[in-house]
């Protein structure tokens, strides 16, 4: 990385002197120390790390929605230009937390240098020489305080939530809260637990769900499903963006009814074929647009009727850093090791299909399946278009969706009444034009009729 700030030797000065010659497979968890991480969570280092956007993804990327824009967060990004201002910051929240926790900075200080090998195995290409034993601890107490402070300012817990305004101000909020949730700015979850048991007293945590799970429902706003999957997940979250995937992607149960035998290879080459429609194509075909009770992005479903049909999608909220969020679970999707099937890649590349002009975004927005704080539809639009998915995709996700759309909208029988509307009754002139066109026909016919049967 380099840059002054990769130099951590000031900083370490009052530490206590460790030895960083020691070999990196010796155990560095005292006796029965084990047993208190297993109880926080996943252990530190289970074969999962925590990779780097690939470099193909980055250059194509021009926006860099993957560099954090206000602080780091761990060694990837350490020390990166324009992120000092917040360094200087997190020095002195983990000064807060130190005092108010009533115990000397070297106590959580020596936690994490206990663990510190298992914490530099959670990530790629950090090696001793990078960063010495000493260093990469106190990076870690100090980037992990800092995320711990934010995270309770989201929730309403912090005690100090002024500081930030007071540091930093306002206008690094848009661009703090998307830098936690960055892939290259990551922290171990494992990390976090252990600091917020040091912090927390027992009775606090008894009386409350788990630190992560109060960020992920309240801070994040997440579903309430988000604690079923973590409970029947075994290999927990490594980090919060895994943890915010799982909460968009996986579903409680599979349970949703639109299960069928796919057809021949003939007919999934012919629905494949042609290109899906936007949300006015399906319209004019008569098919109507419901938000579900879902906030799993796999959760569409369809139906069709005699004459109708409706389309269910989960409710999304648009913000300024949607695209960013969704760049690096895309990202994440892509990183060696994943098992993640393009959930997020495939979901994107269907919004965007649907999503071809602002009127199908005012559409989605009506029927309250988008909620945007932009300033206006085309904004929404030009944002799902520049995410990008790298020409990605899994077909299989929705697939059985697509073809029963499809379906519906060949069937001449199905959509001849829907299109008979639209071209009729889309506004008051057509229908009218309509009304008069037929009082002209009705009465050239009666014309006809008496020109050639006159009344004796």
């Known amino acids: 990385m380099g840059g002054p700030w990769a130099d951590l030797s000031t900083e370490l000065k009052g530490y206590p002197s ?18 208190e991480f297993s109880q926080q969570g996943p252990r530190y280092f289970d074969g999962r790390r925590i990779y780097r956007v690939p470099d193909a993804l980055r250059k194509k990327n021009k926006e860099d ?28 929240v983990l000064e807060i937390f130190v005092s108010d926790s009533g115990r000397p900075r070297n106590f959580f200080f020596n936690k994490i240098f206990e663990v510190i090998d298992q914490v530099r195995n959670c990530y790629d290409g950090i090696s001793i020489d990078k960063y010495k034993d000493c260093a990469l601890a106190n990076m870690m107490l ?25 540091h930093l101000g306002m206008s ?14 990551q922290i171990p979850l494992s990390v976090i637990n252990l600091l917020t048991s040091l912090i927390y007293s027992e009775e606090e945590e008894e009386q ?30 490594l980090h919060l963006l895994d943890a915010c995937w799982r909460g968009a ?60 049909g409706q389309l269910q999608l989960p409710t999304l909220l648009v913000d300024i850093s949607g695209k960013v ?14 098992t993640s099937d393009l959930v997020i890649t495939s979901y994107i590349n269907f919004m965007k299909s649907l999503i071809a002009s602002p009127k199908d975004v005012n559409d989605l927005r009506e029927e309250k399946i988008l909620i945007s704080n932009h300033d206006n539809d085309e904004q929404v639009m030009k944002e799902f278009k520049d995410i990008d998915t790298y020409g990605l995709d899994n077909l299989q996700i929705f697939d059985q969706v697509k073809m029963r759309i499809n379906a519906h909208c060949s069937s001449k029988a199905k959509t001849w009444m829907a299109e008979l509307a639209h071209t009729y009754f889309r506004n008051p002139w057509t229908f009218i034009g309509l009304l008069a066109a037929s009082f002209l026909l009705f009465l050239s016919t009666v014309q006809a009729y008496y020109a050639k049967n006159p009344p004796k």
Not at 65 to 88: D, W
Not at 142 to 155: G, K, N, V
């Open 65 to 92: 929605c993957y560099a954090p824009k206000m602080a780091s967060f761990g060694p990837y990004n350490h020390g990166s230009p324009g992120l000092h201002v917040a360094e200087k910051f997190k020095a002195k």
């Open 249 to 308: 992607a996986k579903e409680v149960d599979n349970t949703q009814g639109n299960k069928e035998v796919l057809p021949a290879f003939e007919d999934l080459r012919r629905h494949f074929s042609r290109p899906f429609r936007s949300v006015s194509d399906l319209k004019a075909k008569g098919i109507y647009f419901k938000p579900n009770n879902s906030h799993c992005v796999k959760d569409i479903k369809f139906q069709s009727w005699t004459f109708f």
């Open 208 to 237: 409350e769900s788990p630190f992560i799970l109060r960020f992920l429902l309240k801070g994040l706003k997440m579903d309430d499903k988000i604690t079923s999957i973590l409970e029947k997940d075994e290999n927990q979250p």
């Open 325 to 338: 969020i969704f760049q690096n679970m895309i990202a994440f999707e892509m990183s060696p090791g994943s």
């Open 172 to 185: 690094a909020i848009p661009f703090l809260y998307p830098d936690m949730l960055l892939l290259d700015n």
């Open 18 to 35: 460790q030895d960083n010659s020691r070999n990196a497979d010796e155990s560095v968890i005292p006796p029965g120390l084990e047993d």
């Open 142 to 166: 100090q980037d992990t305080f800092f995320l711990i402070y934010l995270m309770q300012r989201s929730m309403g817990e912090s005690k100090y939530p002024e500081l930030l305004d007071e």
